[in-house]
């Protein structure tokens, strides 16, 4: 069922043993096709690990995978063609250019024309705004432009389906909203992309779905506003009589209501947010400052995993 | 590329099924890496320090080479003296640097995974690496030949030849004569290239499989040289190569020349195969 058409990659079962540890824990990773699903989890959730599953890269210990409706890694010569990959870094010939390493790539490509080579190796780094560099040797890229031809090198022909592990590495925010931008692109043309992050604020503004792992497993995942309906939005109050606020949000029906030091914050669940600051005002309480915080994605994992977006072993 | 391209049905990317795109990606690789180039460099400077030092040289008997007593009748015989004394060590170490690095040389810098990603079959890989291998196991003998015999003709001229077995030959055919010999040493060093190509495989350290394929030539010509070890001799993978001075009796004796080559053909297959086995299954983390 899972490997039907209508998602771009459906694992089942997915996990990755290595001598001591279990890298990836039977994950069920389901990317329906045109999402931008953003892949998150800390450094050493085993994202890279399950990318490189995907791509056939590595073996799994147990589980199987589809890509693009197809088995892998059977149909690997099928599917691929249509992946565009960046995997654990970009990884090119030194002593090469930046366009004799794409043309490089594209000579490996069975499936690619020679006689556009040329034309799709410039338009691809044009994309990323590496054109003028074109023939520097790739040893004198910075880091942010070595992550850019990365990604040109997914552009080198058409692709139904971009896997982007941390794709906004090394790169400055000027260049991470570039790349923002440049995913948003790919998936306005049609491809699906899934794009992996330790960083969560970077792809939670482009993402229409989202998957957490921790520790090799994937701990939820789904449309990125389903997702967040799991944590209501919590309303904050600023006051000098935070006992008294306290007591009026509870009688309101807030939950979970805390109150630090000059700050009473409470779960909202349905409550309209104006009747908060009505019935505070009512009651005499008086409200320095009042705001609606939707959970951050961030807060979202500490409540998934009770603990902070750091490494785990 | 335009939104327009990128949506096309990528259906529209007809398989390729006979190009040569990858095998000529790689000889660009090989020969236009500085480093090679260099190597190449270092090969041609041997014959001709050969044939000036042979020039400069007063003429006096002794343990030469059979090659070296020849060179001042006939220049062609600077390009044989100069295999012969290659086949020790540069021409080994040149033909191990290229196979050290084919695979071993993508893992450590990582480009071997995209390669995989693109896709390319690991078979493919193989076998466009092994004959990249053999290309340039060819290219640096017959440079070397070349440069030797174009250095002792300059210095010695060329003429009659005498073969080993005292008969006299003209210049055509004395030509034929050298450039097979030439050929059977670049497909006995392939064979050894099939095996830096296993080794590669073993190890994301293209130095180290490197070092790897020079201890084993040179363990191979140590072994060769303890008579106690006789029974040993003909299976060894450097065996051989001394016989392509059977190239010039008359008639050329074929017996260990064909000898040689089975067993260059036999050990290019069993490595070759091995590397197969050892690397179609693997895991591919570099």
Redesign the interface.
Known sequence: MTEGKEFAVATEGLTKRFKQQVAVDTIDLLVPRGAVYGFLGPNGSGKTTTI?ML?????PTSGHHHLLGKAMPHN??QV????G?L??????????TARSNL???D????????RTTKA?VA??LD?VGLLAAADKKYRAYSLGMRQRLAIA?T?L????LLVLDEPTNGLDPQGTREVRHLIG??A????TVLVSSHLLSEVEQVCSHIGVMHVGRLLTQGPIAEVRAVSAPRARVETDRPADAARVLRALGLTDVVVESGVVVGTLGTLVPDKVVASLVHEGVPVAGFAVAQPSLEDLFVSLTGEGFNVSG | ???A??????A??????V?T??L??ELR?IF???RNQAGLGILAVVPIIIAIAVKVSTPRSGHAPDFFASITSNGLFVALSALSIEMGLFLPLAIGTIAGDSVAGEAN???L?????????RTRLLAVKFAAISIFSLVATVWVSLVGAVAGLALFGGGQMTLLSGTQIGMGPAVVRVVMATVYLAVCFASLGAIGLFISTLTEQPIGATIAVVILNVMSFILDSIPQLSWLHEWLPTHWWMSFGDFLRDPIAWGDLTRGLLTAAGYALVFWLAAWARFS?K???G
């Open positions: 490189r791509l056939g890269l590595i073996r690997a010569g691929l063609p249509l992946v990959s995997v654990e870094g970009p990884a090119f010939h030194p002593y090469l043309q490089r790539l000579s490996v490509d069975r499936h690619a024309d020679p799709r338009g691809a994309r090198a552009l022909a058409p692709r139904e692109s790919l306005d043309d049609g491809a | 590329m335009s939104a391209e990128l949506a096309a049905s990528p529209a990317r007809p398989l390729r099924h190009s795109r990858f000529r990606s690789l236009g890496r500085r810098i990582g480009t995974r995209y390669l995989f990603a693109v896709p390319v079959h299954d895991d591919v983390t």
